[in-house]
Every structure is written in C-alpha cells, then in structure tokens.
C-alpha cells in the first residue's frame, strides 16, 4: 500500500483528504474526487503525490483539488485545480499545461442518427479532408506576423471577423473566447514562427472530431434550453487547443520560472512545480502570453466549427442554418484565470490553475452565457472513441467547494507508451467498426493512444463529480464517426 493510501481520510462516497501532515511543508490539505473503486485502481500509482506537492506552493487556498479524471502530469497532475491567492500567491505553468487552453466545443444539429447514419463514412471523409490534422499540420490559413497579433490579442472574434463562423458563437464560448491581457510582446519568435502556420488545425495526440448521437437524457428542462431535443439527435463535439504553439510557450516560461523560484526563494517539493509570484514581472508575463494561447486555442477551435458547419453542408445539401447546426458551448481544460471567489467567508481574488479540469460555474453567475442563467453553464466531457461523452452543468456546490470545477474527460490508465505497446492500431479500427464507428486518422499507429482500454471509464467519472454535486448531468452521446489527428 502507497503511503497516501494509509494517510487517506474518507470524507464521503465521493470525497477522500489527504491531511496537511502527509508531508511538512504543506499549506493546504488535498482533496481527491473518486470512488472507492477508483482509488483501488491508484494503488500503484504516485499521482495523489502530486495533488500533495500542489499544496506547497505559497499563497495557495482552499484545498489542492484532484478530479476524478486524475492522472500523472508534469508538476500538477492532470485533473488538478488549484487557488492562489493573488497578493500573496503565485502562478505555475506545470498548473496549466502545455497545451494551453485545450478545450472542447459542441454543436448541436437538427439531425437524427437515421439520416446520417447512412452518409456518415461519406461525412467523416469530408471532415478529415477539410479540418488539417495530424503532427505538425499546416492550416488553410495562412497569417502574417501583424496577423498572427491580431489573433493573439482577438481569439475567437478574429476568426468571426475574418468570416469564420457566428456572432453567436462568441455569447456561448467561455471568455467570450477571448481571454483579457494577451500581450504578443511576450511571446517568443520560436513560439510565433511554430504557431503561424498551425493556425486552425485539429493537431494529434488526443485531439479529434466527434459526430455523436445522443442516446440518453437525464435532465430535459436544461437540454431543451441547450438545443438537446432527445435521444437520436446528432451532435458535433471538437476537441483540440494552442497546438505546438501553446506548448512552446509553456516552454518558455518554464525556463523563466526556474530562475524566478531562485530569485523569490521559493521552496518547492518538486522542480516541476516551477512558478513565480502572481503580481511579480514574471508571473505577469506568463499570464499574458498565455492569454495569448489560449486567444490562439479558442480562434483554432472558432475555424475548425466553420469548417465543420461547410462539410456537413455539402454532403447533406443543406446550409448549416437548416441543419440547426448551432453551437451549445466551448468551454477551456487547460488554463489559469483570475476570478474572485469566497475563501473562509470572505471575496478573495485568485488565481484559479484548471489543469485537465474544466470551469462548472452555476445558475445566475454573472460570467455565464443569459440563455443559460437559470440551468448553469455548460460542462462538457468528453470520453474515449469508442465509449461515451457527456453534457452536464455547473452547481452552486462547485462553486462553494472546487473554485467552480469539474472534471474534463476519461482521464489516462495508460500511458501513450504503453498503450502504443500493448494495443495495434488497426485492431482499434475493426474493434471500432464492429460498434458501428466511423474513424479516419492522420497515423493509423497513433490510434493505440487513444483506444477506450487506455482510458477510464467516463461514465464512472461523471457519475463521481455528479453524485459529489460539483456537476449535474443533462445528456450523453456516443460517437458515429471520429476523425483523429
């Protein structure tokens, strides 16, 4: 047995700390979201660790928060939230990751799963034909240095202005899909040069395409308000981020907090948790050139809904206003954001780090979409091809106990090295073929990665966050066709 396992104190079901006293250093107690099945499952596993070392760094509040989806990553875990106090804390870019500003975008149609069923080959090799995909893609679009500023500072609305997509669009993507304080000043030429070409592509790894048909309604009232009409509608779910240039961003200011944990004499359990005080020159320009990846994540993810609503219509000739093809919500995974929120009684500004988590604001927040005031924002969560993805919504709750976050998906049980060991991928293709599943895919050997046996079990996940009542479930849809980077 882990040493975490045997300091572990049961609050509920659904709720497990790991005590201030795990390790001397501590500023906070963890708190993990899991069933008691799915601790079972971590017992070999140092990732709690991680949620424990979270909890040493300066100025943190609340609890360092762990989501069902937990799984190994570099400093923070993936499925990690976390609070800084803003006068006195610090911003970590392990906190929010390399790809910055991964994220998830739905729409919805006015189709069923029996007029597209039968086009649905046809329709996944109009998507993988005109959404650039794969490792090192080149988009259709092709910026210049003053235009890639541009897209920089105006994230979605750069690409609505530029007639990609909706004005619509923007009311129901988180920010407005556009995050304030972008700063190109603060963005490195490697960072620029890797991202001007990447612009608008769906990338690799676990990135994707989803045609979905609903296939269960838990909550009619708050679907019906998002455009979720019953089981056998179909539904489009996009799943992508900055790319390589969010990640050479993150590279870069890793580097700068290295010396910054130096210079501010930061003790810090592990090196990966680099970071530097929230209001230092440093952790200002963090923020600011992430806010300019993640202004890049939400314009790639504003193209990509375009591009999407062109293909649909010409395999089912119709335009995308009679495919009711309207976008529910677009929500960020990977991100560090400023926020108030009620700390020991009282407003506190912080900075809130969601890492592999995703924002579940409630009913009436002041920062959600009107037409969702009285159900919450949308939550959006994804699973593996083969299984299930869900749409669920943000609780008071959430907002009273994890800073206004939920899980973000599946969460890993392999590794990509592993999985690509033990799994082929063209047994993925028949396995998925054999359940009706459409895929196409930039690397056929990539598909090893993302096969359902290397995931958690969605379902078990949003059962997790739904019964600890940090988000409630509203729909789930399961995949027609996929198409991979």
């Not at 780090?353 to 979409?369: E, L, S, V």
């Amino acid at each position: 047995m882990a040493q975490w396992q045997r300091q572990l104190v049961k609050i509920d079901d659904y709720r497990w700390q790991i005590p201030q006293t795990y390790k001397t250093g501590m500023r906070v107690p963890g708190l993990i979201y899991a069933s008691q099945e799915m601790l079972e499952s971590m017992r070999d596993e140092q990732t709690p660790d991680q949620v424990a070392n979270v909890a040493f760094l300066p100025g943190i509040v609340g609890c360092s928060l762990a989501m069902p989806d937990i799984h190994w990553g570099y400093g923070f875990p993936i499925g990690g939230v976390a609070a800084m106090d803003t006068g006195e804390g610090v911003v970590s870019p392990g906190g929010v990751g390399y790809d910055i500003n991964c994220g998830v975008r739905l729409l919805r149609t006015n189709l069923s799963e029996g007029e597209v069923r039968p086009r649905i080959r046809e329709l996944v090799d109009a998507l993988f034909r005109d959404v650039p995909s794969g490792l090192g893609s080149e988009g259709k679009i092709k910026v210049s240095q003053k235009e890639m500023d541009q897209l920089m500072v105006g994230g979605a609305n750069w690409a609505v202005k530029r007639g990609f997509g909706l004005d619509d669009d923007l009311d129901v993507t988180e920010e407005g899909g556009c995050l304030a304080g972008a700063n190109p000043d603060r963005i490195s030429d490697r960072a620029r040069k890797r991202g001007m070409p990447q612009a608008g592509t769906l990338g690799s790894g676990n990135h994707f395409l989803e045609v979905q048909v609903v296939k269960e309604v838990f909550d009619r009232h708050s679907a019906g308000i998002m455009g979720i009409t019953g089981p056998g509608q179909v539904l489009v779910l996009i799943h992508t981020g900055s790319r390589g240039f969010g990640h050479e961003v993150c590279t870069d200011y890793l580097r700068t907090m290295e010396g910054a944990v130096t210079r501010y004499g930061i003790k810090l359990p592990d090196r990966q948790l680099a970071c530097a005080p929230v209001e230092s020159p440093e952790g200002q320009a963090y923020l600011e050139a992430m806010a300019c990846a993640a202004n890049y994540a939400w314009a790639n993810r504003q193209c990509i809904a375009h591009w999407v609503r062109k293909s649909f219509s010409q395999v089912l000739g119709r335009s995308a206003d009679e495919l009711g093809m309207r976008q529910i919500y677009d929500v960020a995974h990977n991100i560090a954001k400023l926020e108030e929120h009620k700390v020991d009684g009282r407003r506190l500004k912080v900075c809130v780090h969601r890492k592999g988590a995703t924002r579940a604001f409630p009913p009436g927040h002041k920062d959600i979409p009107r037409r969702y005031a009285d159900i919450g924002q949308p939550v959006l969560v994804p699973g593996d091809m083969g299984r299930c993805s869900f749409v669920a919504v943000g609780t008071q709750r959430a907002m009273d106990e994890s800073f206004g976050s939920t899980c973000h998906g599946a969460g890993r049980l392999l590794s990509r090295g592993a999985a690509k060991r033990s799994i082929n991928g063209r047994e993925v293709i028949r396995e998925l073929e054999q359940r009706g599943i459409t895929v196409r895919a930039e690397s056929i050997p990539s598909l090893a990665e993302e096969a359902s046996r290397a995931y958690k079990d969605v379902s078990a996940v949003i059962d997790v966050v739904h019964e600890a009542g940090i988000s409630r479930k509203v729909a789930m849809a399961t995949p027609l066709g996929v198409v991979k980077g």
